[in-house]
């Protein structure tokens, strides 16, 4: 029995391996090559997309940082934004303006060309052409793309001017209404990608953001400097209740400060005549003519006349094109041409719907006073009508004590004095010329034939004296009307008057000789002299 060869058996199993043939391994070679290549594009693109979205986020980092740290500086914040915009779109220039409902007004430019940016800055404020790109995005409100510009029905200066092609134009929206828009372009057709679009919207959006922290933060600073204006008013009321002049001064001060106007003036009226009683800021020229002029009886068209009949707040825009001025009302004429005002607005103080004064403060540019700016001003009017209120009362109040205290001194000078009327006498002439703040007072008796000076108060010496040594003045002859006392005169005629001379009165003629009299420097009716 044959056995098999070991070696034969493991021969017989052996395979040959297979060898590839030449086209096939060329295929396999171009496969791998291909799959190499696609998979560097895959990376190489998502490695884009990561950097743009690393940059997209830190873009928003800076500017949401940004509106935190300067929430009230919007021209830094929006060119920002549009510096970010621009560069991370890759456009070569762009523009951010604000709307106001009617017009668009450029607020920020990032790479502008030199002449563009001239025109731009030359036109100011503009309503956008028909057919225009921003008139389609200020009546819908939604985003205008142009591929290319140069086919626009209506080619804009951003194309004559900066030679743009491509433009994209992303509205700014607050409660849907339009108050800006974002502007990019490129030199060269190539238009904008969908990601690019919706990164200016966001950046639109931030805008919008930025606007409104502005907003919030310059009305919360304008409650803030109103409650203090109105709490130092109140403070000045509070310290000096009875003098009205520093409590006008510091009315007029906030309001002129809080609103941006140049100068204002505070005046009290009785009937159609005013009288300034407090300035601030006004030139020296203008406050020269109102210290000769206080008061003053303005003219039918002006404004404190117009003050007069309606009694309600009234705004002159331009002075100079007034009738007032036009028919040279010294008034108008004064507050033209030596103060410049050109603006100004009229608030009155009423008082139980009686008008006491008037603030009226001036601008020396065309510009009207704002709704808020009025109401402000209202309310410093209603302070000041407090403030003279509390004056009055304050005043009629010490008038009562002291006619009180008055009224308590004459009864403990009658009651001390155990029938001497000579003290009680002094004491009620005192008090009575202290409480009608006079300059001097006699008291005086009525006899049968004249009258007797019994008690002096607060009379130049030479009057005194001549008065206790001719204390009986008779009625039975008229004395003479003459009014000045000279310290000579030694025939003095001037019947039953006390002399200085010291002669006895001469009942020659109702009158004196005005060479030497003591009393005479004018001539009686009987020409006696």
């Known amino acids: 029995m044959k056995r098999r060869s070991r070696t034969g058996s493991v021969k017989s199993r052996r395979r040959k391996a297979a060898t590839p043939k030449r086209g096939n391994a060329l295929n396999a070679t171009r496969s791998r090559g291909a799959s190499v290549a696609g998979e560097e594009t895959v990376v190489a693109r998502l490695a884009r997309e990561r950097d743009e979205a690393l940059l997209r986020e830190a873009a928003n980092s800076e500017i949401l940082s940004l ?113 800006g828009a974002i502007l990019i372009y490129r030199q060269e057709v190539r238009p904008f990608t969908d990601k690019q679009i919706e990164l200016v919207k966001n950046f639109a959006a931030q805008a919008v953001i930025a606007i409104e922290n502005a907003r ?41 400060n809080i609103c941006g106007a140049k100068f204002g003036n505070l005046f009290l009226c009785d009937g159609d005549k005013f009288t300034i009683v407090a300035m601030y800021g006004a030139p020296a020229a203008v406050n020269e003519w109102w210290r000769a002029n206080p008061t003053i009886r303005p003219g039918p068209r002006t404004g404190l006349a117009r003050l007069v009949r309606t009694k309600q707040v009234n705004q002159t825009e331009d002075l100079r094109a007034g009738a007032a001025y036009a028919e040279r009302d010294p008034l108008r004429v004064a507050t033209v041409e030596l103060a410049g005002a050109r603006t100004l607005v009229d608030i009155p103080l009423l008082k139980d719907d009686v008008l006491v004064g008037a603030i009226v403060i001036y601008r020396q540019e065309v510009r009207l006073f704002a709704g808020k700016e009025i109401e402000l001003l209202t309310n410093f009017a209603a302070q000041a009508v407090i403030a003279i209120e509390n004056a009055r009362l304050l005043n009629e109040l010490r008038q009562s004590l002291e006619q009180q205290t008055a009224a308590a001194d004459v009864l403990r000078i009658i009651a001390s004095s155990r029938g001497e009327l000579d003290p009680v006498f002094k004491t009620m002439l005192e008090n009575a010329r202290h409480i009608c703040d006079a300059k001097f007072g006699i008291l005086m008796l009525c006899e ?69 009299c003591s009393f005479a420097q004018r001539r009686c009716r009987h020409r006696c002299n």
């Open 67 to 179: 509106i935190s740290r300067s929430p009230g500086d919007l021209e830094l914040v929006f060119r920002t934004i549009l510096e970010d915009a621009t560069r991370i779109c890759n456009a070569n220039f762009g523009t951010l303006f604000r709307f106001d409902g009617e017009n668009f007004n450029p607020a920020a430019q990032f790479n502008t060309p030199a002449v563009f940016l001239e025109a731009l800055t030359r036109r100011g404020p503009f309503k956008p052409a028909p057919g225009n790109p921003l008139d389609h995005v200020m009546r819908t409100k939604q985003v205008a793309h142009s591929a290319d510009m140069a086919t626009e029905p209506v080619p804009g200066l951003a194309t004559k001017l900066a030679g743009a092609r491509t433009q994209v134009i992303v509205p700014m929206v607050k409660d849907d209404a339009l108050i």
């Open 216 to 256: 919030l933060l310059n009305e919360l600073r304008e409650s803030l400097q109103q409650q203090t204006a109105t709490a130092e008013v109140l403070k000045v009321i509070s310290s000096s209740p009875s003098d009205l002049t520093p409590v006008f001064e510091a009315i007029l001060a906030n309001a002129v």
């Open 448 to 516: 049968s034939d004249g009258f007797r000076s019994v008690a002096i108060d607060g009379a130049p010496p030479a009057y005194t004296e001549a008065m206790q040594q001719n204390p009986h003045i008779p009625t039975r002859q008229r004395p003479c009307r003459s009014r000045r006392i000279q310290k000579t005169g030694a025939n003095c005629r001037c019947p039953g008057r006390p002399r200085l001379c010291g002669q006895p009165p001469d009942n020659v003629g109702w009158g004196a000789d005005s060479s030497d």
